[in-house]
């Protein structure tokens, strides 16, 4: 039972124009919401979060917006450059139950900038 | 600051052989550790997760196992590999609530 799911295992975008990565969860308890960028051969690295209090968090080139009735979260990155090149992990948290606020990551989005 | 180190970076092993993949966290105490794995299709999938030495919970059963004998460092562990174990095994720390810090990971590949 997949809890955070990632429906579109490929984008492809032209540079300078807006990626939109989506996201969408079926646990009503998730409370926090994480995304993550991933090279080849790397470990993820930490992009940008959002809290369920809030409906949007923005940071330089990176947005991200909740909508929690629908149960959605996206990712929108503008201007997209070749550099945004990798795979996009959500994740999310919350504390329920014995859970100790682990992540659930979703399969990942492989986003494609190209110049 | 916090640092997050894992070793080796690739692996090749035979199928039946044992395994043994270690982390440290250095700039913290008392974190939240957690083994996640890659695998072809399935996203990041957690594997155990340790709240304290000698704590861990598993997430999947599996071949596999984890230890904590420190507060500080995280082992993976399995006495006789599979081919299915094959992966990109990552380790990663984390205060609760904080997100997680992954290290770089260990490409692991059994033949």
């Known amino acids: 039972d997949q809890q955070v799911k990632q429906n579109s295992p490929s984008l492809s975008v032209q540079e300078g124009r807006i990626s939109i990565l989506n996201c969408d969860y079926t646990n009503s308890m998730f409370d926090y919401f994480l995304w993550y960028k991933k090279y080849p051969a790397e470990g993820p690295t930490f992009l940008i979060s959002?809290?369920?209090?809030?409906d949007k968090n923005e940071d330089g080139r990176f947005t991200v917006f909740l909508n929690k009735s629908a149960k959605h979260l996206s990712l929108h990155i503008v201007p997209s450059q070749p550099g945004d090149s990798a795979v996009y992990f959500c994740?999310?948290?919350?504390?329920?139950?014995?859970?100790?606020?682990?992540?659930?990551f979703g399969k990942g989005t492989k986003l494609s900038v190209k110049p | 600051s916090q640092t997050i180190h894992q070793w080796p970076a690739t692996l090749v092993q035979p199928v039946g052989s044992p395994l043994s993949l270690e982390c440290t966290v250095e700039g913290t105490s008392n974190p939240n550790l957690y083994w996640y794995r890659q695998a072809a299709g399935r996203g990041l999938q957690l594997l155990f997760y340790s709240v304290g030495i000698g704590q861990i919970s598993s997430e999947v059963p599996q071949n596999l196992s984890a230890s904590r004998p420190q507060d500080r460092q995280f082992i993976l562990s399995s006495k006789k590999l599979l081919l299915s174990d094959s992966g990109f095994y990552l380790c990663?720390?984390?205060?609760?609530?904080?997100?997680?810090?992954f290290g770089q990971g260990t490409r692991l590949t059994v033949v």
């Open positions: 959002i809290s369920s209090i809030k």
């Open positions: 990663a720390w984390s205060w609760p609530k904080d997100g997680a810090f």
């Open positions: 994740a999310a948290s919350g504390y329920y139950g014995g859970s100790q606020g682990n992540l659930i």
